[in-house]
């Protein structure tokens, strides 16, 4: 128990480590640089990542809905961020629609501009989150009734069902129909400028990050409760889990709100960093490439998701892009070209799949306490003592 | 402590059980004897709420517990040990016995509870840390019995505990059963292990196609000769 103790706190100092990392990086860096886009955008997959194994690898129940929420949670948060005095501009088709408020600017004019902005934005998000959670409840209540596949469709159906309602045009005084949601507050309003509009400080990445960490810590503190337990006992052996008094219909549920709570808010962190939003990218192919980062990372592994998170969207945006240009003639053949990095990411992911089967970290996590032994093991050339090899 | 009188249940049309009476007596061991298909599982099942009752009641320290959902059969303090022993085999041992104390809020009973079953059951003291599908049959089959225990019941129903398992770990768990009813808990057995089942026994019934056609103490079934025709295999070694 004290052993386990101690790794969290080891953990933990990790996390914060990486938080000023980042920010020493974001300091050195230009805003251009493919490293930020690449941290900010994995962290955003991260969190979308981990609750979507909260869900599929932690309560067994497969489903497929995430990008339904991540979108409700990124149109939740643009339409109550758009500044009044844009309104007009953003649903020029809508008259300005119906919403005429700003939540983060309705609080900076009472707590003052700083105040206003750190507050503002993270009720938003949480706002955001519930919004999703919502809709979560709404549609768990006929659909957690199936299991497997059928729950797989279900939520799947679903998520395409929402995208094509909210670009409605009836609904386009709320939601701007099929046009961008733009103008709101994000990432960049939180660098730090000096009076002539320069940015002295950079801070959208490391804020990024910290949010995505707190939530992520959050749902890492839940699968070590109780409630996690019972979600693991679920996804074993749900008649046997009943037997121990644990209320399946409630668990589910309850694994599931949270669940899309969080993507909710990984989607409004998507619109905070792509300063847009439209319905349209979030398609089925956004759950897959999030349960594509779940299977690498290790179902029912949070360090796993953040890590293969990383790894997913580095090699997709950056480490892969010389593929796709044709100044590098291999044997006259023309085989590199627009789309080639796409065929490789491919055969690298049946790689993994092949030779990881059960994902980089399988179910286990980042140990930084176990880790930094295992160096001192490799340094001083020391066999593992026998009692510490298996004990989590 | 448990009685249950006339009780009636149904899978769609077949009949499963047709009106059965029995009484489990505070701090005994009864068992319930039977072959495949005679409702034995389905007994304990609707007891424990998994099942419905189509009529008949079950009544437990005068509360009656028909129909109820298993959290509150468990609160009320029956514990099941289901079939197949069912440990959650992605948790590791600890976490199997945690779960096993999910209704229970006291942190500290539970911490103790936990030394409890590791002096019932050292092997899974030195197996804390393993996943629960990786130990041995009988290993597991001891998990689920610790599993149950963790939610300090008053009265635990065990189905077939001897499923599978060799003879002589057979004899290691009935061992257990009875250290366990020594210590207050009384205990509901199903058995088709027969011989086993009677020795420990201090009152069986027998149950066929849904009713029940004999009962006594352990002792008097043990020596019943249709009893050993049908159920001990009629040999002169078996006594």
Known sequence: MIEKKKGSKANLIFALGLVVLVFVLEQLLPSSSMLLTVIKKSAIYALAAVSMNLLNGFTGLFSLGQAGFMMIGAYAYAILNVPTDQRAAVYQYFDGGIIQFSITEGISSVLGNVAGLIIGVLLSLVVAGLVAAVFAYLIGLPVLRFRGDYLAVATLGFAEIIRAFFQWDKLGPITNGSNLLRKFTNLADFNIKNSTGQVIINLSTTILVLIVAACIMIIAMMINSTYGRSFKAIRDDETAAEAMGINLAKHKMTSFVVSAFFAGIAGALLAMYQTTVQAAPFKTAMTYEILLIVVIGGIGSLSGSCISAFIFVGASEWWLRFLDEEKYNILNTHILRSGFRKVVFSVIIMIIVLFFRKGIMGENELNIAGFGRWLKRLFTGKKKPAIETEAK | ?239
């Open chain 2, 1 to 239: 402590m448990l009685k249950i009188t006339d009780l009636k249940v149904a899978y769609g049309g077949i009949q499963a059980l047709r009106g059965i009476s029995l009484e489990v007596p505070d701090g005994k061991i009864v068992t319930l004897i039977g072959a495949n298909g005679a409702g034995k599982s389905t007994t304990l099942r609707t007891i424990s709420g998994l099942v419905k009752a189509a009529s008949g009641t079950v009544e437990f320290n005068g509360q009656d517990i028909t129909g109820k959902p298993s959290n509150q059969v468990l609160e009320a303090g029956i514990a099941q040990i289901p079939e197949g022993r069912r440990v959650f085999p992605n948790l590791s041992v600890l976490e199997n016995l945690k779960v096993g104390a999910y209704l229970r809020k006291d942190a500290d009973g539970i911490a103790k509870d936990i030394e409890w079953v590791y002096q019932l059951f050292p092997r899974l003291k030195e197996r804390y840390w393993q996943l629960a599908g990786t130990l041995s049959g009988g290993e597991q089959q001891m998990l689920a019995v610790a599993r149950g225990l963790m939610s300090r019941p008053k009265m635990m129903m065990l189905d077939e505990p001897s499923l599978g398992l060799a003879p002589l770990v057979v004899q290691d768990i009935f061992k257990i059963i009875g250290e366990i009813n020594k210590q207050g808990v009384t205990i509901l057995l199903v058995e088709q292990n027969a011989n086993m089942a009677l020795k420990i026994a201090d009152y069986a019934y027998v149950l066929e196609t849904g009713t029940i056609t004999r009962e006594g103490t352990g002792l008097e079934l043990l020596n019943d000769e249709s009893i050993k025709e049908a159920y001990l295999g009629k040999t002169k070694a078996a006594k």
